[in-house]
């Protein structure tokens, strides 16, 4: 059934040559992103002039920038985007069914890695997620956290890293760098690099990276796993008790 998906890029090389606007999109990404991490507490006020809830500003600027981005990054793909599509449509049940299987082996392997590593801290990155969660409401967060964030995220990561990068280097060495600045991006500047708080990244970008490779470069289907996690993260989130939520942190450290 592994083949069942797969769309070889070859017949279609143009699709995987990086373009003007893959490098703007790429470069608008790392600038911000690297911004953020390094200099992100000097523009706390200027947040706050957006709004005096510190949370409101922060969700503010970060549905811009993702948004931005995520325009940018639907022009640039929009032709392998269409594509991916079609080929999920042509086995739609074989889609339904293992985008839940995608995203069970990545709490499995979260799981198993977690007990490898041992026992850690919960990252700054999802700390804050957490905290902005509480004080905005699902209808808000779901478009930034489901549906733009993990476009814009599989574009990067997957189509650019490994779908466009392969071309000129191995492939292996492109889903390395995929997996390990996928979980970078999401604790750099926040708190150090070590493996504990990295664990939770690292396998979910594992799995995104082999769901990736193994559909035949499909970034949709990537997408559409990077999605249902989030989906999943954020109904959990908002389904239980801050109190208790707190209390399950604090068995888990």
């Not at 993990?150 to 995929?178: A, D, M, Q």
């Not at 504990?196 to 949709?220: D, E, I, K, S």
Request: with cysteine; charged share 10%.
């Amino acid at each position: 059934m592994g083949t069942v998906l797969r769309t070889p890029p070859a017949p279609r090389p143009e699709l995987y040559r990086f373009s003007g606007l893959d490098l703007a999109t790429c470069g608008l990404y790392a600038a911000v992103a690297a911004f953020f991490a390094v200099a992100g507490d000097l523009i706390a006020p200027l947040l706050l002039q957006l709004s005096p809830n510190p949370a409101v500003a922060s969700y503010s600027v970060n549905l811009l920038f993702y948004g931005s981005v995520g325009l940018l990054a639907l022009a640039a793909a929009r032709r392998v985007v269409a594509r991916d599509l079609r080929v999920l449509a042509t086995r739609p049940w074989f889609t339904l069914l293992m985008i839940p299987l995608a995203v069970l082996a990545m709490l499995i392997l979260t799981a198993v890695l977690a007990a490898l590593s041992g026992p850690g801290p919960t990252s700054a990155n999802q700390a804050g997620l957490q905290a902005l969660m509480q004080q905005v409401p699902a209808w808000l967060m779901v478009p930034l956290l489901v549906f733009v964030g993990p476009f814009v995220e599989e574009y990067i990561f997957r189509h650019l890293l490994i779908g466009k990068l392969s071309r000129r280097v191995n492939i292996w060495v492109c889903c390395t760098l995929s997996v390990v600045l996928f979980a970078a991006l999401h604790i750099v500047g926040q708190e150090q690099l070590t493996l504990p708080v990295m664990v939770p990244y690292l396998a979910m970008g594992a799995v995104l990276v082999f769901v990736y490779v193994w559909t035949g470069r499909n970034v949709m289907f990537a997408y559409f796993v990077h999605a249902s996690k989030n989906l999943l993260a954020v109904i959990f989130i908002y389904a239980i008790p801050p109190e208790v939520l707190e209390q399950l942190q604090q068995v888990q450290g």
